[in-house]
């Protein structure tokens, strides 16, 4: 089993199909996955804390919007802001593929203090419960990376390292012979989609000027959604040990503290994303991981500290459930 992981090609096409101009994506599908699938732990919440379900499918479309919205935007000015110079209409392409999860940090708190604001819950009181839903998001999202073949990490000799053929931007001149576990890859063409295309070449083929190889580097993605995994297992567990009592700010506090401390810490495992920082100390992912641990950890020292208002509040509506096809909005 060791030996299959050491030189596992991952060659998968990221497009599952095409549908007339429609395309279905692995990345999309598993982007909504994490919608799908947190949906009904929501809802577990909500019911277990007294607070009515139908909040879930108000929240979440916020939620959504402050999602895509902040990550496309977070990607843009993060790391393409020339983009918004040379090709603005490629800002609203998003199935062109970019987008950042500090976008994504920023967008959806303001999307749950919009909800907040709007429907009287205390705001720190929904991120807490949101933590654990973006969470499951986050490990999905980092599926779809690793189904997208991006990235990925520096070249590795770990057992457990994965060949990225199609990853053309961080392909490496042909040698000979080859390192264990390398692929030959055609030079990557552009289609006339704006996708790039790759193929692997047999391995016997003679190396010519300018053939490109694969070499096994190390699945950050799969780091990454594994870690997302166990993180939702602890928020879970806080959460169910107190659930209504859940002192405000805690969930919260030790999302952005442990999310980010293993996002600073496994860049360093992970290639550059963008030219711009090759040369720099700390990668832009670092930089900007920064202070959602600072925040996470001012979030924890305030715990407990506010007795007029130790766990927040939301509306314990589930004693007087709506009538079907009723939408109540509190002004």
């Known amino acids: 089993m060791t030996v299959l992981l050491a030189y596992l090609v991952w060659d998968m096409d990221p497009v599952i199909t095409q549908l007339g101009p429609l395309t279905l994506r692995w990345y999309g599908l598993l982007f909504m996955m994490g919608f799908v699938l947190g949906t009904p732990v929501f809802q577990h919440i909500f019911r277990t804390e007294r607070v009515s379900p139908h909040w879930v499918d108000v929240l ?3 939620v959504l919007v402050g999602t895509v919205v902040g990550a496309r935007l977070g990607h843009v000015l993060f790391y393409e802001p020339e983009m918004l110079l040379t090709d603005p209409l490629e ?7 970019g987008l950042a999860s500090h976008g994504a940090t920023v967008g959806i708190p303001l999307a749950c203090w919009l909800f907040a604001r709007r429907h009287q819950f205390d705001v720190l009181w929904v991120l807490d419960r949101i933590v654990l839903v973006v969470a499951i998001g986050g490990a999905l999202i980092r599926l779809g990376n690793f189904m997208n073949s ?4 520096y070249p590795s000799t770990v057992p457990w ?8 931007g961080h392909l490496l001149p042909a040698t000979r012979p080859l390192p264990a576990g390398t692929v030959l890859v055609a030079r990557p063409a552009l289609l006339p989609t704006g996708e790039v295309s790759s193929r692997v070449l047999p391995a016997t083929m003679p190396i010519g000027p300018g053939m490109l190889m694969a070499v096994p580097r190390h699945p950050t993605q799969l780091y990454e959604a594994l870690y997302c995994v166990l993180l939702v297992a602890l928020l879970y ?14 969930l919260l506090g030790l999302f952005l503290v442990l ?3 293993q996002r600073f810490l496994g860049e360093i495992l992970k290639e550059a994303q963008v030219d711009f920082e090759k040369d720099n100390l700390l990668n832009q992912g670092q930089l900007l ?11 924890l020292w305030r715990v407990g ?3 007029q208002n130790p766990y927040g509040y939301a509306p314990r509506d589930t004693d007087e459930p709506l009538p079907t096809g009723q939408i109540v909005v509190n002004g």
């Open 91 to 97: 800002v609203f392409k998003i199935w062109h593929g």
């Open 259 to 261: 999310l980010f401390t």
């Open 305 to 307: 500290k506010d007795a």
């Open 60 to 62: 979440t479309l916020y």
């Open 161 to 168: 390292a994965v060949v990225f053929p199609r990853d053309t």
């Open 237 to 250: 567990g806080v959460w169910n040990r107190t659930k209504e009592r859940t002192p405000r700010g805690l």
């Open 289 to 299: 991981s920064l202070l959602p641990i600072l925040v996470g950890l001012w979030l």
């Open 150 to 153: 991006e990235i990925g990490g």
